[in-house]
Nanobody
Framework: QLQLVESGGGLVQPGGSLRLSCAASGFTLTYYTIGWFRQAPGKEREGVSC????????NYGDSVKGRFTIYRDNAKNTAYLQMTSLNPEDTGVYYC?????????????????WGKGTLVTVSS
């Protein structure tokens, strides 16, 4: 069964860091573009970052550029989102998603495979 499982969320103080992981099972992530999305309470899900299958193409949402880094370890069948300089506006449920696209193309409504999410809370 094809599955994505996020982990690494939690409570962190403003200015802190977290690393989220997205582990795949039932399929090989190597051939898939991976996206990270988040949904804050009362808001729509938004794209955070996207990485191509080979890892050589990346893109980031404007609000996280310079603070978040997406990367992947295909040997471990896992993708990551390193988050630094967190602020309360980063609070939300973070999801990873996968699609067999070319390049760093992660349309929110076009990703067929999703994890169940991990909660990130940034608060003092």
């Amino acid at each position: 069964q094809l599955q994505l499982v996020e982990s690494g969320g939690g409570l962190v103080q403003p200015g802190g860091s977290l690393r989220l992981s997205c582990a795949a099972s039932g399929f090989t992530l190597t051939y898939y573009t991976i996206g990270w999305f988040r949904q804050a309470p009362g808001k729509e899900r938004e794209g955070v970052s996207c990485i191509s299958s080979s890892g050589d193409m990346l893109n980031y949402g404007d609000s996280v550029k310079g603070r978040f880094t997406i990367y992947r370890d295909n040997a471990k069948n896992t993708a990551y989102l390193q988050m630094t300089s967190l602020n309360p506006e980063d609070t939300g449920v973070y999801y990873c998603a996968a699609a067999a696209y070319v390049g760093a193309h992660c349309p929110r409504n076009g990703m067929p495979y999703w994890g169940k999410g991990t909660l990130v809370t940034v608060s003092s």
